[in-house]
């Protein structure tokens, strides 16, 4: 079975500065993976995903995500956090031939201004 | 851009009761799922529902859950006797296609409370 484990439940940046949003995998073969945000009362929006194609994976509003087989994780970092990336974010594994999605258990980023 | 929308935002109904939760999938999407998430826990997959039958489900997914896609438009959740561990997010989704690469749509959800 697979999994995702995301390291940190809580993320507070200051707006201007990097962000670092951790995730580890766990695949018994090559894994399709996901980030997804939460805005409050929003659905979950796909920020961006890894297809195979490329190990560095760029999304929507700036954020990117590298995969390191190696270390078996997918963390998504953005060079200058927002005001508006305030969010809950979601690293999801795809499971199954019928799209089946595993998700982490969440991080809640916080920006301050 | 096209949405999945899922009706209520908020139902509250009593233990033991039914009750159906309704999703609109995205007009050509032929893959349909629901999942939820428990207040400070994972989300979950519950099932998934191609070609009018389910093609995958959880062990969540018991006796007491069905799903139907009575129209060809609505993709319903019905929970037949509600417990109190039933309280959560549900969110429905939907896909083009099945496969590890889809990007699943999802809505904005429907928040459960059981009493």
């Known amino acids: 079975a697979q999994s995702v484990t995301q390291l940190d439940s809580h993320v507070s940046v200051s707006e201007g500065t990097p962000v670092l949003l951790r995730c580890n995998y766990s695949?018994?073969?090559?894994?399709?993976l996901f980030w997804y945000v939460q805005h409050p009362n929003k659905g979950l929006q796909l920020l961006l995903k890894?297809?195979?194609?490329?190990?560095l994976v760029k999304g929507i509003n700036g954020f990117e995500a590298e995969f390191k087989k190696s270390e078996t994780s997918f963390h998504l970092t953005k060079p200058s956090a927002h005001m508006s990336d305030a969010a809950e974010y979601f690293c999801?594994?795809?499971?199954?031939?019928?799209?089946?999605?595993?998700f982490g258990q969440g991080t809640i980023l916080t920006v301050h201004p | 851009e096209p949405e999945v929308t899922q009706t209520p935002s908020h139902q509250v109904t009593q233990m033991g009761q039914e009750v159906i939760l309704r999703c609109v999938p995205i007009?050509?999407?032929?893959?349909f799922y629901w999942y939820r998430q428990i207040l400070g826990q994972k989300v979950e997959f519950l099932v998934s529902?191609?070609?009018?039958?389910?093609?995958?489900k959880s062990e969540i997914f018991d006796d007491q859950f069905s799903v139907e896609r009575p129209d060809g438009s609505n993709f319903t959740l019905k929970i037949r006797s509600t417990k109190l561990e039933d309280s959560a997010m549900y969110f429905c989704?939907?896909?083009?296609?099945?496969?590890?690469?889809?990007?699943?749509?999802f809505g904005q959800g429907t928040r459960l409370t059981v009493v």
């Open positions: 989704a939907s896909t083009t296609e099945g496969g590890l690469w889809t990007e699943a749509f």
């Open positions: 695949s018994s073969y090559s894994p399709s």
């Open positions: 890894y297809t195979s194609a490329a190990t």
């Open positions: 999801v594994v795809s499971d199954t031939s019928y799209g089946k999605l595993t």
């Open positions: 007009s050509n999407h032929l893959y």
């Open positions: 529902f191609y070609n009018n039958e389910i093609s995958e």
